[in-house]
Structures are given as structure tokens and as C-alpha cells.
């Protein structure tokens, strides 16, 4: 009876359905989710989805010949079930064919179209039972599975319930959709072990997953779906801060290692096939290669979210029509609020995966991109290193690829919302029909005006941009050389210099941020025009009714539709910048590497030559006809010490780049056999400790590394570090001096054991003494068995090699012993001629003759060599009690509570601001919330016509979009006055800094201040307080508006909101660490390309490159792991606070279903449920903001911890300014002068007492150490004293500003310092001088020849540091600073270091006249410089032993007279006969 009753019943519908025809395909015409017509459509749409999604896997699948990981064998119930599958696909399929060929009737066709598709659907069920899966389509089947079942069996239930009858092929089918629930939970237990078997095999094998990784190598599915592996490190956390070592490290697949091999991999495959794609980016091309399978994956997931939104609108047009319905049916509603749940869950899982998913593809693009920016500096070539410098380099690594962390979710995130956008219009029209039309003209125009909105924008960006790097060029630049900018009193000028770069960049980020106001009233205004329009249409044409369900569903439509309207500009200006980054570094990584070919490296064999140059002939620039070195032929034997001699600009350097295959080869041939030790004329010297830049990646052998620090007379200056050799080295061995950093890094070669040693001028920082023994127990004693080509200025060193080769205009014009090349005379002649009258005592009185004491000095000190006299067995490894020269970055731990904030507002008297700001947000939600209500209520009156209901939505609206315009104005001026307070702070405090702070500060440090963190107060704090407030108040409101509707919802609301609360705070305690430990992460990675850049050249030769890689790799992996867990802990938050807020709306959706007929009316309810419906996205949105919020803070408080730094005293004293005539005289009186360096530290210079008479010239002499340049320092009040007094013209020193004392003074400091810039600036940066001048200044320092020589004369390019410029000729420019100045007091603090003799010796007669009658002090390494003065002072340790005049000190046994002594002593007999010789 039963089957029959259902035949009858099925015959009744089949009927009912051929009479309706295309009408009830449209399930006529309504979309009511009650109806059972919509119910079996969402189920048939459902199933074409999944058909789809499972087919593009598969292909997937194949194409990437991704096979199963799991058993292949199959439980006996897949098979059945399969079959049973199939027999049902069949009937469909037999049924939809006899339907389609019985042409009688059109439903029939569609009736046969829609059994084919279910055919189709069934014949796919049965495929997936049975086919071998890979990992995502495993999980798709079993989501398929299950939802199939439960839905349709639903679906079977409510029709008996309200039909008494089913269909009697839904009867057959209904066993086999219980079977597929069957089927997914074995196939998921199938997974879960095969997922443990796997763990287990591969955990001892490859070490895949060790205790210390991510907790998500080895989470469930359900673990992975809602992010619950975070819970040790956020539990953790919670607990207490945390540290470093508390985040584990990252899955083995997420390493930097692996995605550069990856992307390395792709890359060389698209280089050799050059033919299809050598005019296309090869960086995209590759990257495209390497991710495609993550991109899809996120991509599917971006479409269900896109889908899930667009179904939203929908959800509400049912909910009101429900409420419209006279036979409210509870089982309906029920049904609504089930599908609102199913909607809400996919949106919100789909969205956290497709978020995280594309961020960790991001960082996997952005670490393989870092790593190929590195190796390729490693290998890049020279003329390729001057085409990008090392800023250009960092940029690469800190902008370009970095900027790949967020380019895969913007790209999804650009294409996804133009799907939702034509998804949205396409709701409208259901709908509203035709009547959508009109308000589409708007919504175009709206879409039309964002794009030259986002060329603007897009534009300024660009020119922020430009101007940026411009200014922290500048600051580096400035930071770098801030020692000599202090010297010479410049600070104003270069603070001038970054503030107008900084004007020029405040002045587009004003239009950027100003216009943006714009967009947002722009982006309130289209949805109210919009629907304004669209409600007229209705109203006119009549196409729908205008109703509750109408209205409040085209309003849900188009605040769906509005997101992509306005988000879509942003993400493509995104990939502009993507774009241009992607063709920076296409360029970069096809630049030249160095060639093999230039230098041909041998084993060491028996062959008694280790280097061989046959007709060499090389150039600095490959594309011009002049070479740098031409005529090259010489052999080098084992064992032999060679050295390189002639003026400055010969070519020496240039020869041992040559040997070291750095510089081009035109032709010939470099044979190298054995391994290269290089030490560079400009010391490189790495942070981190004295320890690790001798090892330089070597193994401790306790033993050579003593010997190698005695034989560079470390020793003594190890002992006297509080940390022995573990003392920290600064950035650019900023707090060692410039004999120590030139010793550590010979240390560093010695240790080494190399086969050949290149020596390029390794003594020109340390004193005559220390360079004997440096000669004598390094190159003569620990290499005396090693192969040494030694470029040296120092004559005296000569005698003792084997070969002399020397060099003039980049030739080698003579080769010999010392006695063969006396013999020849000429060009080495003339460098021991000036060697002669270096060593002369050049007194006028005394004709140029040397005295008797000193002839017998210098023959009794014949035949020994100066040795060192301690002799100490071992030295000290073991740090002592003390503090570090650089100090650890100071950062903030725990909550820091409202200060930063309060701290943002004070500082920058924003607080009027921000209160406009929040005024405009209430009054924008008020009339929002007003414009709403309007319609909830209007639409039930029906004496109110269609054009006052919407003229007066219409003005609300409008009015409110004035409101949001004012908002983001006063954030936006808000934020521009906290960046420009901040920054002026920041950069006076930096400039106002004693030298102390940067000895102890590596400039990285100050520089990520001035460029990410300053970033953050410019772009993103400001609109993060205001989308926090706005959120805050949208949620509140949302609260408020459900409660008047249904007032119960009001419970779960503060309890949904408690827990939220908790869940933020619990999250924040972790996230908060996470971010500021991220900020000291990415410096060091930075500041390891700059370094590696300025060294690559050492670290080629020593061919270190393997370790320096690797050490990189674990910098970019301990930077990414932070910033991983980071984008997880946000995503683990937002999936609980949508979890809390959905409750909230499924029971405010619950209580309008359960609510009497007639107690809500449908506008309410309308009303209630579209307000309803954005708590979840508004509540994660302010929630986002707040947390981003409390970690952007964390830039406000370190750049206020470095706008409170002590600063130097005054640079002008109003009331104390010396006379602009002071000083007349020059006469200089220390009275017991007492120095240290910090209050913690011991004394340097232990109470100095002496007089420097006016117009007298002062030689000060000592050791390494004895505290030389601490005086000069003094002097200079670059650090205060402790006790005593300084006064020049009896004035004391520390009475006037620094200004007044630092511009009366003149000095060749130590390290001569050039800028990027012209030659005119470099003499001239102040501009006080005429043209006639400088060119005399030029011709006095021995440069007017070369300058002429030049193209663009004084405006002629001084690269980055003087690059392009010879050590000295850089210190030449230096001498003619000092010259233009004309200062009565001089002080040259070992300023003829780095050029040889001749040049020393004529800059020595021009300094004696044009500096007369002033008073020059000298501070030199080489005796001779000082031996011509009128007193000596010799400094040992820190005190003063001897202050006299050199001919008196030369007469008794004093130090300086062993100092003397010492140096001849360094010059062999053969040495001391040429020059009696040549008297």
C-alpha cells in the first residue's frame, strides 16, 4: 500500500511539474528556502560544486604526478557501495535521455537536463570510492560524503513530513547516501592511521618533525582546520613573555633552504630555455613553476569564501519572506538558521585557510627570493657591484622581497572580489529584475572614479617612495661617517639635508593620506547612491515589490558589493608594486656573476710557482677601450715575499684584485695554485666578537690561535677588553680603532694557514713600532714558509723581501731585488730618495744632516729586529666581568597598558584630533543607523510615498558619508602630525647623541627606526586607532539594535563579548612578544647582506661563502619563523572570535524564528538580521585592528626609547661665545686631564698635564692604544673629561658650545670620510668657498691633475663613501678640507696613513707652509711624521711620559728615542747603506 500511495504521489508531482514547466524550474519564480524546489536546487547546486572542485584536483593530481600516500587497497564496503553508485547514475541517466528525446513538452527537456547533471553527480560518487586520492581530495570526498548524506536525507524526511510521499528513486538512492556517511568514516579513520604510520617511519629517518619544530608538522586535520596546534606557544605565552627560544622553528618545507633550491631549480630551467621566454619576467615565471599547487589550493579556498558571502543577501531575502509568511512553518525557520550556520562556518574556515595559506606562501616566495638576492651578491661581478650598491642590495632584500610576503594574498584577494562583484550584481537582478539597471550606471561610475583614485595614489606612493629611499640613503650615509660630521661641526648641515629629504617625502605622504579621506566618502557614498537608484527602478518599473525582503536584501547586496568596489584599486595598485619589484629583481639576478675564467685556481703541486700572470691585461669597465692594468708578466715562487711599491693610483690594489680574479680580464692568463689569505687595504671586520672574525668559521685550535694573535700584537689589547677575545665587535668595527680592526683582520688571515698571503698596505694604521712587528713576527716570522705579495708605501719594510715590483700607471716598470733596482735607479730611486728625507730630521739649522747620536743609533741597532717584550704564555679566552662595548637592543616586555598610546597622542598634541575623529564615527553610525530605521519603518506605512522614503534614505545616508570623510580627515591629520613630531624628535636626539652612543649602537639599529618603525607611525597607526574605534562602535551599535528587536540576545552578547575579550587578551600576550621580537629579526638579517656586500671581496677569497650562506639561511629562517607565527596566532584569533559571534547571530536568527507571528514586524526584522549579519565580519575587523594595533605600538615606543638619549652639551652657549677672532694665538694648556669613556669604565688618559705654545707644531707618539686618539678626542670634546681642563687661548674648552669650539678646529681624522656627491661638496659641504679657492686647495693636496683629467671637474661623481676614489686619494681630499679652512689650530690624527712616502713627504713640506704660524698637532704612526716637530709628546698607557723637543729626547735614553731607534731599526743594513749612499 505504502509503494503505491508513493507511486500515485511521484505520478502527481511528475504532472504538477509538466504543467508548471519552465515556471517551476525556477522553483516559480520565488526564492523561498522553505520551499522544497529551492531545498533539492541548493543540494543539486552544492553537488555541482564539489563535482567541480573534485575534477580540477584530480587533474591537479595527474599533472603534478602526485601520487597516494595512503593504502591502495580497498575495504570491500567501497567497492559495494561504488557499484550501488553506478546503478543509480545509470537510472538517472536513462531517465534524463527519455526525457530530453521526448521533444513534446520544453519542462521535460529541462526535467532530462537536471536528471542527466544528478547522473553526472552519482557516476562522480562512484569514482571517488574507488580512485587512488591525493591528500586534497581525500578531504574533499569525505566533505562531500558527509554533507551529501545528511542534506539529502533531510530533504527525504521533510518531504514525507509534508508530502506523505517520496519519489521512488529518492527511495532506492536513500541506503546508498546513509552508506557514503559509512564510507567517510572509515575513510577518515583510514587517514588518521596512515597519518600516524607515516609519522613514525619518517620521524627517525629524516628528523622531519623534532621536538623543537612547529607544533603543525604533526597536527590532526581537525588540529590544522582550527588552527589548534598554536595552543603550547600561545599557552606558553600566556604564562610568561616569551623569548627566541620559545618559538619553535619551522616545518622543514617552510625553511628558506628549500624554497631557494626550489625556486634555484625553476629558474635555471627557464635560463636555458631562453626561447620562449627570454623577454618575459624569469622571477614570476619561476615562482609561478615553483607554487602553483599552493596557489590553486588557496584559490579554491578563496572561491567557497567568495561563495559562501555572495549566499548571505540570499539568506536574508528568505529570513523576511519567512517573517512575510501567514503559515510561518517552525521546521522552515529551523531549516533558515541551519543553512545560516552551514554558510557562516564555510565562510569562516575557507577564509582563515585561504588567509593563512597565502601568507605562508608568501614567506616561502619572500625567503626564496632573499636567499637568491644573496648568493647572487656573492657572485657578482665587479662592474655588476658598482652598478648596484650595497644600498641597492639591501633594498632589494628589505623592499622587493620582503614585499612578496603579502603579494599571493593580494593577488587572490584582486581576483576573488571581482568574482564576488559580478556574484553580487547577479543577486541584485534576482532580486529586482531589470530594476538593478539603473543603479548600476552609479556603481560603474563609482568603480571608474577608484581608478584614477588608485593612479594617484599609486603615484604618490611611488614618489614617497623615491624620496625615502633618498633620505635613508642619506641617513646611513650620515650614520656611517658621524665621527667626522662631529669633527668638522656639520651636524646642522646633514640634519638639514635629511629633513629636507624628509619634507619632500611628508609632502606626498600628506596627499596620500589626505586623499584617501576622499576615497572613503567615496566608498560610503556609492552604496546609498547606488541603492537610492535601484530602489527608484524598483519603484518605477515595478519589477518587485518594495517590501522589507526587497530592500534589506539589496542593501545586504550591496554592502557585498561595495568591498570590491573599493578593496579591488588597492590590491591592483599592490601588484603594480609587485610588478615593479619583480622587474628589479629580473634585472639584478641577470646580472654578470664573476667569472671563473679570470683567474684559474690550481691544487699546490711540487711546481716551485704559485702565481703566474702571463701578458695580463685588465679593466675595471668592460665596455671601454682603456684598460686598468696592461703588460702583466711575473711568476711568484713558493715560499718568496714579493712587494708592491709605487705612488698612489698605480695599481697596486688593482694587481691584487687581478690575482684574486676580481677585476676583469681583457686577456691573458692568472694561474693561482693553493689557497688565498687576503687582507684588504680598508679593514673589514664583521659584528660579533674578536673570537669569531679570527676563526672566521675555522675550528678553536687553542695553539695556532695564540700564535696568531701574538704575531699581530693582539695580545696586550685582548687582555685590557673586560671580555678578553669574546668582547663584541660593532657594525663596521665602529668601537675598535684603526690599527685594532687592521690587526684582528691580519689575525684573521694568519689563522687561516693559507698557501699565498695578499697583503694590500697592512701596516698604514698601526704605529712605526707595531708595524716592525707585525713585519717581523707576522709576515717574517708566523708566514716566513708562506708565499706573501705584500703592497706596502713603507720603504723600510723592503730590504727584507725577495722581490720588489714597481708599479706606475697601472704597469709594472720595474722588478728586482732592493740592490738590483738601486742599481737601476729611476722610479724606485725616487721612492727611496723620499724614504731618505722622511727618515732625515728636517731642520733648516741642521741642513738636512743627521746627527751623530742618531747615526750610532741606528748602527747599533743593526742586524736585530724589534721584537715585542712581553711574553706572556697564553692569552685570556674567557670573558671577564663587564660590560660589552655594543650594548643588546632594549625592548619593552609584557603588556606596556595604555602608555604607548597616551605617549602617541602627547607627543604629538593629537588629542583634539582623535576626539573629532571619534566624534564623526558616532555621528556617521548614528545617521547611518537612522537611515535604516527609516526604511524598517516607512516601508509598513503605506501613506508614505516611494519618493519621500527614498529621498529621505537618501539624505541620511549622504550626510553620514560626510561624517566617514571628516573621520578619516581628522585620523589622517592625526597621523601626519605624530609622524612629524616623532620625527623631529627622533632625529634631533640622533643628532644631538655624544659619539659613545654610536660606539655602542650598530647603525642597523637606528636605522630600522628611521625606516620601518617611522613607516608604521606614518602609514599605519593613525587609521589603525580609527578602524578600532569605528569597529568598536559598529559592534556596540549592531548589539544595540538586535536587543531593541529581540532584547534576550542582549545575555548571550555580553557573554559572547567577555569571552572575545578574553580570547584577545590571551592572544595579545603572546602576539605582542612575537611582533617585537620580529622587530629585532629582520635588522640582523639586513644588516648581514650590507656587511657581506662591503666584504664580499674577503670573503671570495677566502672562499667562505658556503658558511656565510648558511649563516644567512638561519638568519631569514629565525626571521620567518616569528613572522609565521604571527600571521597563525592572528588567524587561531579571528577563527574564535567569528566561532563567539556567529553564536550571536545564530541566536538572534533562532529568536526571530521562534518569536509569535506578527510580534517583529518584517521591516524589524529585516533590519535586526542585516545588522546582525556584519557583527561577525565587524567584530573580527575591530578585533584584526586592535591586535595590529598593539603591535604597530610597539614602533612608538622604540623610537621614543631614541628621542630620550642624553645628548653632547650645547652647540652654542649664548652667553658664552668666544670672540670670532679666538683662537688668535693656537696655544693649547692640558690641565690634569683625566678621560674615560663611560661611567663604568676605567680611565683612558690619567691626568695630562702640558702646554702646546701657539704657532708650535706637536708630534704625539706612543703605542697602539697609549690613548693618541682619546686626546684628539678630547680635543674635540668628543667625549667630556672626567676631571681637569682643556684651554686654548685660556679659554676653557668646556665652557663655550661645540659649535664654537669644533669649527674653529681643523682635522685629517683617522679614516678619511667622502660623501656621495661632487667633488665641490665633498671640499666645500657648506658652501663658503669660491671656485678659485678650492681649485687652489685641489692644486696644494697634489689632486689637480686627476681632477682635470675628469669630465665633469669639480662636479664630478663621489660615489657611496668615495668608492670610486683610491684610500689616498680620499685622504688627499681630506687635506684639502683642512686647506680651504685655514684654522690656527690643525690636527692630523694619523692622517698620512694610507699614501706612500713621496706623497707623505710633500703634503708634510705644503702642510709646514701654509700652516706656518699655526699650531699642528700630529698624531702618527710613522716617526719621521713627527720627528721634524718643534715638541714630541710620547703617551704610554694613558699617561704622559715625555713632552719635549724631539733633538732633547734624542739626546738621553727616553722612549721616544727607542721609538726612533725602533723604527731605523725596521730598515735592514742594506737599507741604512743606500741612504749614506745617496747623502
Known sequence: MVMQKSWQIAQSMASLQRSLGWKYWLCEGKFDLGSLCIQRLIIDGLNVLFLFLFIVLLIIGSVRKSNSNGDTRKHWIFTTVSVYCAVISCTYIISGVWDVLDGSDESRNLIGVVDLLRGLVWISLSVSLIVRRIRWVRVLVIVWWVSFSLLSSALNVEVLVKMQGIHIIDIVSWPAKLMLLLCAWKHFSQIASQNRHDQSLSEPLIGKCDTHRTELCRASFISRLTFSWLHPLLRLGYSKPLNLGDVPDLTSEDEALIAYQKFYDAWGCLRRDKSSTNTHNLVIWALAKVFMKEMIIVAIYAFLRTVAVVVLPLSLYAFVQYSESKNENMIDGVFLVGCLAIIKVTESLSQRHWFFNSRRSGMQMRSALMVAVYQKQLKLSSPGRRRHTTGEIVNYIAVDAYRMGEFPWWFHMGWSLTVQLFFGIGVLFFTVGVGVLPGLVPLLVCAFLNVPFAKFLQNCQSRFMVAQDERLRATSEVLNNMKIIKLQSWEEKFKNLIESFRLKEFEWLTELQVKKSYCTALYWMSPTMVSSVIIIGCALWRTAPLNASTIFTVLAALRMVAEPVRTIPDALSMLIQVKVSFDRLHVFLLEDEISDENVQRIQPQDSENVVRICAGAFSWDQYTTATTLRGLNFEVRRGEKVAFCGPVGAGKSSLLYAILGEIPKVSGTVDVYGSVAYVSQTSWIQSGTIRDNILFGK?????????????????????????????????????MSGGQKQRIQLARAVYNDADIYLLDDPFSAVDAHTAAILFNDCVMGALAKKTVILVTHQVEFLTATDRILVMEGGEIIQIGSYKELLTVGTAFEQLVNAHKDAITVLDPENNGHVSELEVNRLDGSMGSYPTKQNSEAEISVKAQLGNQLTVDEETEIGDAGWKPYLDYLYVSKGSLLFGLSTFSQSTFVALQLAATYWLAVAIQIPQISSGILIGIYAGLSALSAVFAFLRSWFAAHLGLKASKTFFAGFTNSVFKAPMVFFDSTP??????????????????IPFSMAYVMAGSIEVLTTIGVAASV???????????????????????????????????TKAPVMNYAAETSLGVVTIRAFDMMDRFFQNYLKLIDTDAKLFFHSNAAMEWLVIRIEVLQNVTLFFIALLLVLLPQGVVAPGFVGLSLSYALTLTNTQVFTSRWYCSLANYIVSVERIKQFMHIPSEPPAIVEDKRPPSSWPSQGRIELLDLKIKYRPNAPLVLK???????????????????????????????????????????????????????????????????????????????LGLYSDNEIWEAIEKCQLKSTVLSLPNLLDSSVSDEGENWSAGQRQLFCLGRVLLKRNRILVLDEATASIDSATDAVLQRIIRQEFSSCTVVTVAHRVPTVIDSDMVMVLSYGKLVEFDEPSKLMEVNSYFSKLVAEYWSSCRGKSKQSLSNYQ
Open 1247 to 1325: 691626568g695630562i698635564s702640558c702646554t702646546f705654545k701657539e704657532g708650535t707644531r706637536v708630534g704625539v707618539v706612543g703605542r697602539t692604544g697609549s690613548g693618541k686618539t682619546t686626546l684628539i678626542s678630547a680635543l674635540f670634546r668628543l667625549v667630556e673629561p672626567v676631571s681637569g681642563r682643556i684651554l686654548i687661548d685660556g679659554l676653557d674648552i668646556c665652557s663655550i658650545g661645540l659649535k664654537d669650539l669644533r669649527m674653529k678646529l681643523s682635522v685629517i681624522p683617522q679614516e678619511p670620510a667622502l660623501f656621495k656627491g661632487s667633488i665641490r661638496t665633498n671640499l666645500d659641504p
Open 1046 to 1080: 529581540t532584547w534576550q540576545i542582549i545575555f548571550i552578547a555580553i557573554l559572547a563579548m567577555t569571552a572575545t575579550i578574553y580570547v584577545q587578551r590571551y592572544y595579545l600576550a603572546s602576539a605582542r612578544e612575537l611582533i617585537r621580537m620580529n622587530g629585532t
Open 1003 to 1020: 647603525v642597523g639599529r637606528i636605522l630600522t627606526r628611521a625606516s620601518s618603525d617611522l613607516s608604521v607611525l606614518d602609514f599605519d
Open 699 to 735: 675550528p678553536m685550535d687553542k695553539t695556532r690561535y695564540s700564535k696568531a694573535i701574538k704575531a699581530c700584537a693582539l695580545d696586550k689589547d685582548i687582555e685590557n677588553f673586560d671580555h678578553g677575545d669574546l668582547t663584541e665587535i660593532g657594525q663596521r668595527g665602529l668601537n
